[in-house]
Nanobody, 117 residues
Framework: QVQLVESGGGLVQPGGSVRLSCAAS????????MSWYRQAPGKERELVAA????????NYANSVKGRFTISRDNAKNTVYLQMNSLKPEDTAVYYC??????????WGQGTQVTVSS
């Protein structure tokens, strides 16, 4: 069935790094733009980073520019989010999303990232 499965979250110290993965199945991954969102307790879900279907273009929220990198491997049907120089305010549930014009968006179930000493 159509699904996105995130992994790689956990507890990390401030200043540390973590890489999130999002594995896609059940649809043609290479035709979808992909993005990462996050939602902290009591806050709305916000866009963190996005990448086009070919990987030729990316964009980032101002709060993560220079610290996070989104990438994808279409041969592995996987999108990644490398997160460096983590701050406590990066603590959130991180979700991946697949979008394609004319199709319904696909969301993963989320993975928790907690930045704390």
């Amino acid at each position: 069935q159509v699904q996105l499965v995130e992994s790689g979250g956990g507890l990390v110290q401030p200043g540390g790094s973590v890489r999130l993965s999002c594995a896609a199945s059940g649809f043609t991954f290479s035709r979808y733009d992909m993005s990462w969102y996050r939602q902290a307790p009591g806050k709305e879900r916000e866009l963190v980073a996005a990448i086009t279907n070919t990987g030729s273009s990316t964009n980032y929220a101002n709060s993560v520019k220079g610290r996070f990198t989104i990438s994808r491997d279409n041969a592995k049907n996987t999108v990644y989010l490398q997160m460096n120089s983590l701050k406590p305010e990066d603590t959130a549930v991180y979700y991946c999303k697949a979008i394609r014009i004319g199709r319904s968006a696909i969301w993963g179930q989320g993975t928790q990232v907690t930045v704390s000493s």
